[in-house]
């Protein structure tokens, strides 16, 4: 790739802006999606890969420029970075996941524990088809599904004093906690969880993983002049 190729923040007031802003950016051939858009960047990709397709969210998109217009392609590196960081850290009595969340990061978290098989129960604000709410988390629950993923922004700097509303108490030595978040280091909810003596990691080597597997993805797909 050039020298020249730099990383830059857009911030979209809508993702109704995002056609806009590649027509804007002539020289933009990649991108990364964070919340609230992961899902919601889909209907304006011209295609997925299978990957993406079947998680039903998008956290990297290329873009492709020919006399014909601009082709975007959207993936999901999110899985390759939670498997990395994840796969390592489970033990033979990790045996199900508490997911937190049911938004675009969540359905990356859930496909790689299905891709391990370990089974799954989704966790929401509201009791819904997919998932129990809060609320309904018994002793059970934290014994049968030990790691506990954090996939949603609670906590999330500034407001760090927020965190998911589970049982905590009820957590020991046996469970996994895992955020997401990775701003700041030390979650509420890591905190609690390191408290009852739990194993803990933050989200921080995630991002790195996945941001080395969209730079990738941008080193196979961008004109090298380009700059993302």
């Known amino acids: 790739m050039s020298d020249m190729l730099e990383y830059q923040n857009f911030e979209l007031e809508s993702i109704s802006a995002f056609r806009e802003l590649l027509q804007k950016n002539s020289s933009l051939c990649g991108l990364n999606v964070t919340i609230p858009y992961k899902e919601k960047v889909i209907p304006f990709l011209d295609e997925l890969t299978d990957e993406a397709k079947e998680i039903g969210a998008v956290n990297t998109v290329a873009v492709t420029r020919n006399n014909s217009g601009i082709k975007t392609t959207g993936y999901n590196t999110d899985v390759t970075g939670f498997y990395k960081t994840i796969k390592p850290l489970l033990k033979s009595h990790h045996s199900g996941a508490l997911v937190l969340g049911?938004?675009?990061?969540?359905?990356?978290?859930?496909?790689?524990?299905?891709?391990?098989?370990?089974?799954?129960?989704?966790?929401?604000?509201?009791?819904?088809?997919?998932?129990?709410?809060?609320?309904?988390?018994?002793?059970?629950?934290?014994?049968?599904?030990?790691?506990?993923?954090?996939?949603?922004?609670?906590?999330?700097?500034?407001?760090?004093?927020?965190?998911?509303?589970?049982?905590?108490?009820?957590?020991?030595?046996?469970?996994?906690?895992?955020?997401?978040?990775?701003?700041?280091?030390?979650?509420?909810?890591?905190?609690?969880?390191?408290?009852?003596?739990?194993?803990?990691?933050?989200?921080?080597?995630?991002?790195?993983?996945?941001?080395?597997?969209?730079?990738?993805?941008?080193?196979?797909?961008?004109?090298?002049?380009?700059?993302?």
């Open 102 to 228: 049911t938004g675009g990061a969540s359905k990356a978290v859930v496909y790689v524990f299905e891709k391990l098989q370990m089974p799954v129960l989704k966790v929401s604000r509201n009791k819904c088809t997919e998932a129990i709410s809060y609320d309904e988390i018994t002793r059970d629950h934290i014994i049968q599904y030990p790691v506990i993923i954090n996939t949603t922004p609670l906590g999330t700097f500034p407001d760090i004093d927020r965190f998911p509303e589970l049982p905590y108490t009820l957590l020991s030595a046996n469970n996994l906690l895992y955020d997401l978040v990775y701003n700041p280091e030390m979650t509420e909810f890591l905190l609690k969880g390191q408290q009852q003596g739990a194993t803990t990691l933050n989200g921080y080597t995630m991002l790195i993983a996945q941001a080395e597997a969209s730079w990738e993805i941008w080193q196979r797909t961008c004109n090298p002049e380009s700059v993302v």
